[in-house]
């Protein structure tokens, strides 16, 4: 299958401070990027989307930034809230599968 | 809430027996989709369906069976399962297929004993 894959499993970070995770991806046919945030007992939730022909775009809080040069993938959250502990994870869309592709997620724990 | 609902939301069944997972938009969408998300592993698409009919089954064992009557509505039907079945199913719906947003319902805990 695709490789959809995020750098690190578990983040820490203070309350107040910003949030970045990250996201690598593999298939250069990749024209469309989402990032969902899960919490415990819940379903994933829509933050942000981005296509390929972007290389930036912000939300409230919220930014995602894509290197295609690396096939890199991240999205950064601002004055991080206690309400932003979940696991976040980025889904990719490959144009010659018309499919999405979903990473395993990143665990984001924000300390008060 | 995200305008899609699933039944039950969690579910603890036998080997032998047989139940059905309902999932329900209310977004007015066209395509609909099943996945199983197992602990710290990615998502994995299971069905989908676009304007009723079945357009992808990824490689499902045919102990799940899926079923959709109209657009809202989409089930997913247990028969004969195994331990390793247990996981979170998730429905998820979109206005058509490919690039358009998928909408996740809570999904169904289910454990297989």
């Known amino acids: 299958g695709e490789s959809v894959g995020l750098h690190l499993p578990t983040l820490s970070v203070q309350e107040g401070d910003n949030s970045i995770i990250n996201c690598a991806y593999s298939n250069s046919a990749s024209d469309y990027f989402i990032w969902y945030k899960q919490e415990s007992g819940k379903g994933p939730q829509f933050i942000i989307d981005i296509r390929s022909n972007m290389d930036k775009r912000q939300g409230q809080r919220v930014t995602v930034l894509l290197n295609k040069t690396v096939k890199h993938l991240s999205l950064q959250i601002a004055a991080t809230q206690p309400g932003d502990s979940a696991v976040y994870f980025c889904a990719e869309h490959i144009y010659n599968f018309n499919k999405f592709y979903f990473g395993s997620g990143t665990k984001l724990n924000v300390k008060p | 809430e995200t305008g899609v609902t699933q039944t039950p939301r969690h579910l603890v069944m036998g080997m032998t027996n047989k139940k059905s997972l309902k999932c329900e938009q209310h977004l007015g969408h066209n395509a609909m989709y099943w996945y199983k998300q197992s602990a710290k592993k990615p998502l994995e698409l299971m069905f989908v369906y676009n304007f009723k009919e079945q357009t992808e089954n990824n490689s499902v064992p045919s102990r799940f069976s899926p079923e959709c009557p109209n657009s809202s509505h989409l089930f997913l039907h247990l028969h004969t399962l195994q331990p390793e079945d247990s996981a979170l199913y998730l429905c998820?719906?979109?206005?058509?297929?490919?690039?358009?947003?998928?909408?996740f319902g809570p999904g169904t805990r289910l454990t297989v004993l």
């Open positions: 998820a719906s979109s206005q058509g297929q490919g690039t358009d947003t998928q909408y």
